[in-house]
């Protein structure tokens, strides 16, 4: 079963850091484009980041801009979401997603288009302290 699997949560202070891990079994990851995203409780999932297939394209809304930065290590089949400064709003659980037809790196899309998309269980990220 091909699945995506996301690693690295966990309880950080404020002001801290943490990188998160996406890997995926059955195939290579180096074609599609990856989106994170995150969930809180009680609120909508949001995307907060993207990486082109190539790896030359990302996009981060403003709420992290300049605080997580996503990288992908196609050798490894993994992709990163380094997560520095945390604040405690960042509070969610966070998923990557992967889709069969690439979608552009940017605030409506996330890399998906909504063809065959793969998601993640997620990984909890608490900020506390």
């Known amino acids: 079963q091909v699945q995506l699997v996301e690693s690295g949560g966990g309880l950080v202070q404020p002001g801290g850091s943490l990188r998160l891990s996406c890997t995926i079994s059955a195939f290579s990851l180096d074609t599609y484009a990856v989106g994170w995203f995150r969930q809180a409780p009680g609120k909508e999932r949001e995307g907060v980041a993207c990486i082109s297939s190539n790896g030359a394209n990302t996009y981060y809304p403003d709420s992290v801009k300049g605080r997580f930065a996503v990288s992908r290590d196609n050798a490894k089949n993994t992709i990163y979401l380094q997560m520095n400064n945390m604040r405690p709003d960042d509070t969610a659980t966070y998923y990557c997603?992967?889709?069969?037809?690439?979608?552009?790196?940017?605030?409506?899309?996330?890399?998906?288009?909504?063809?065959?998309?793969?998601w993640g269980q997620g990984t909890r990220v608490t900020v506390s302290g």
């Open positions: 997603a992967i889709d069969q037809r690439e979608g552009p790196c940017g605030p409506r899309h996330y890399g998906l288009t909504g063809t065959r998309e793969l």
